[in-house]
């Protein structure tokens, strides 16, 4: 064997290799929730476990449930807490977007269920849209508020016009959560929304504490940011 076909042997070696490994990378994103392993785990009587979830999928659906529940109470909560103390709209929306991330901080296993790769081979029940809908709407309410009151900024000059795929994505939300509100603050959304998780997620996996020594400084200068984006004002000493 040349030095040349012993280069492309290991070559080949190299990559079988790494092929291989991210193969098991990927088959621990698959999750085998046996209610009576776990119960064992737990310390639980299997048969009792298995009364209240005869199957892997009836606990995991339980446990995403549970999760987006909780997430939305904490969405509700700040959005509530600010509104009552007179919060302009764009303080408002870093508010909301603060208690999404305290949620996260503090069940960063949960939030990566929720937001993560998904399970393969598993969907969640149609319960969970409500939640994630709660969610969702904590925020919307202060888009509308500020419709309502003349605050949103709709059209801007020398904006992009819609692809024939974004308007197609905004009739989607124009008959659902968002209905009635500019479609030019519609199509932001998407962008707002996977800016959110993006910014929850960076901080969740630890990425950002090699970079910000002030991560809730990143968060909330990046929340008030999109906040503007999406065509809320800012205000005094903002």
């Known amino acids: 064997m040349t030095s040349t076909e012993a280069q492309h042997a290991g070559d080949a070696v190299v990559e ?49 449930l549970g999760a987006y529940t909780s997430l939305a109470d904490s969405t509700e909560a700040a959005a509530a807490a600010a509104l009552a103390e007179g919060a302009d709209p764009l303080r ?54 500020a419709h309502k009151a003349g605050e949103l900024t709709g059209d801007r000059p020398g904006e992009e016009p819609l692809s024939d795929g974004m308007r ?22 998407f962008v707002v929304w996977t800016q959110l998780h993006g910014m929850v997620g960076f901080e969740v996996n630890s990425h950002i504490m090699d970079i910000a020594p002030d991560p809730t400084a990143v968060f909330s200068y990046g929340a008030a940011a999109m906040g503007e984006y999406i065509g809320l004002p800012r205000g005094a000493g903002q």
């Open 92 to 145: 408002r929306w870093v508010a909301i977007w603060l208690g999404i991330r305290e949620w996260a901080m503090a069940h960063p296993e949960e939030y990566v269920l929720l937001w993560g790769r998904p399970v393969p081979g598993y969907t969640a029940p149609p319960e969970t849209l409500e939640a994630v809908a709660r969610i969702v709407l904590s925020m919307v309410a202060v888009l509308r508020d």
């Open 168 to 189: 197609q994505n905004v009739d989607a939300l124009a008959a659902g959560l968002l209905e009635g509100l500019p479609r030019s603050v519609m199509a932001r959304m």
């Open 16 to 64: 079988r290799l790494k092929e291989e490994a991210l193969r098991r990378l990927t088959e621990r994103h698959k999750v085998h929730l046996d209610p009576g392993a776990v119960a064992r785990d737990a310390g639980v009587d299997p048969r009792e476990a298995e009364r209240h979830y005869p199957d892997g999928d009836a606990l995991l659906s339980a446990m995403v």
